[in-house]
């Protein structure tokens, strides 16, 4: 069983930054693929960034790709959102998700992972 716990979520101003964590236990290193997922108030829920845990390789949505970057600590369990020059349209709760690596759907699809965390709030005012 794997449990996620987000944290690092807050209010800033635009142009700012933010450093997002998920906190994971349960075994994690080199079995699922991880994934920042975000929604915002009236939207679907969709795909920031993922990650192998195994190998590193990562994945990117168009609006994240210059100015977001997922990283991950193994021997923390910890996986992170470094997040630069944040925009308005960047304010949505932030949500962690792991799935088994023998899942090979679309990475940034939300019925492809079975584990989520509870949330972080981003806030980024103009």
């Known amino acids: 069983q794997v449990q996620l716990v987000e944290s690092g979520g807050g209010s800033v101003q635009a142009g700012g930054s933010l450093r997002l964590s998920c906190a994971a236990s349960?075994?994690?290193?080199?079995?699922?693929?991880m994934a920042w997922f975000r929604q915002a108030p009236g939207k679907e829920r969709e795909g920031v960034a993922s990650?192998?845990?195994?190998?590193?390789?990562?994945l990117y949505s168009a609006f994240a790709k210059d100015r977001f970057a997922i990283s991950q600590d193994n021997a923390k369990n910890t996986l992170y959102l470094q997040m630069n020059n944040l925009r308005p349209e960047d304010t949505a709760m932030y949500y962690c998700a792991a799935r088994p690596l023998s899942w090979t759907g679309t990475w940034s699809s939300v019925a492809q992972y079975n584990y989520w965390g509870q949330g972080t709030q981003v806030t980024v005012s103009s």
């Open positions: 990650v192998w845990t195994g190998g590193g390789s990562t």
């Open positions: 349960g075994y994690i290193y080199n079995s699922h693929r």
